[in-house]
């Protein structure tokens, strides 16, 4: 059973940090990159950060400098430390991992992030 836990969202003041973790079971291929997206009400999801298996990044321009993703793959773990959040980072978090093929995706069920002003 595929399955991936995403925990750490909650409600925070402006300025202040979470992080989430995304812990993947029960995938049925090698997961070559995990990342984070987001989608605000109203808004298209878009991505926040990726990380493939041997650790190279990519981040939102929007985040850089104040997120942070990391993964173990010993455990199938990926992380997201988020540092000064703003309002504009409120949204539904989701992690995504995939494999070498396009077809080979899967999605968790996302985590809520709410920053106040």
């Known amino acids: 059973q595929v399955q991936l836990v995403e925990s750490g969202g909650g409600l925070v003041q402006a300025g202040g940090s979470l992080r989430l973790s995304c812990a993947a079971s029960g995938i049925p291929f090698t997961i070559n990159t995990m990342g984070w997206y987001r989608q605000a009400p109203g808004k298209q999801r878009e991505l926040v950060a990726v990380?493939?298996?041997?650790?190279?990044?990519s981040y939102a321009e929007s985040v850089k400098g104040r997120f942070t993703i990391s993964r173990d793959n010993a455990k199938n773990t990926v992380y997201l430390q988020m540092y000064s959040l703003k309002p504009e980072d409120t949204a539904a978090y989701y992690c995504?991992?995939?494999?070498?093929?396009?077809?080979?995706?899967?999605w968790g069920q996302g985590t809520q992030v709410t920053v106040s002003s």
């Open positions: 990380i493939n298996r041997g650790g190279s990044t």
């Open positions: 995504k991992c995939s494999g070498t093929y396009y077809y080979q995706n899967y």
